[in-house]
């Protein structure tokens, strides 16, 4: 991360101090599962890294909105990892996919929310077969409630 990268970043964390925590470990939880499933797929643009898109934003959630509403938790959520898209380095496509799989993400954690973290984890994974190879970003309007994925695991 460059010097403006992290001022956002800490701008975003000063304005919401309680999120802070529960969101560092809803990634980290998220890239332990990843690894533990799929190992190094999950960096590349298959049904894995769609998989990890949506269960961050549902853990992220699940862990800020014991902090503050759903509706604000989900908020944050799209805040946060819309900001990590802004400041990573994707194709169109691959960035595209991936806000596609984040609000699909924010969008079940709605569907599911009395849950519980491990039920949660494993009704996301309930989604990887379901997910959409796309080869433009049209397409996903054609997926709307689906995950979508660029290759093939």
């Given at each position: 991360m460059d010097f403006k990268q992290l001022w956002s970043l800490?701008?975003?964390c000063l304005r919401h101090?309680?999120?802070v925590i529960p969101t560092y470990t809803?990634?980290?939880k998220t890239v332990k599962i990843c690894d533990q499933k799929f190992g190094k797929a999950h960096h590349k643009n298959g049904r894995a890294n769609a998989f990890?898109?949506?269960l961050w934003n549902v853990l992220i959630i699940h862990r800020c909105k014991r902090w503050s509403s759903i509706e604000?938790?989900?908020s944050w959520a799209k805040r946060i990892t819309d900001w990590h898209e802004d400041f990573s380095i994707n194709e169109p496509l691959a960035r595209a996919m991936d806000l596609h799989n984040n609000h699909i993400g924010r969008t079940f954690v709605m569907k599911h929310k009395e849950a519980?973290?491990?039920q949660l984890v494993q009704l996301v994974m309930v989604l990887i077969?379901?997910?959409r190879k796309i080869t433009t970003i049209e397409q996903m309007q054609e997926h709307p409630n689906t995950?979508?994925?660029i290759e093939d695991d």
């Open positions: 800490a701008g975003f101090p309680l999120y809803a990634t980290r990890r898109h949506a604000k938790a989900v519980s973290e491990s077969p379901l997910s995950l979508t994925h």
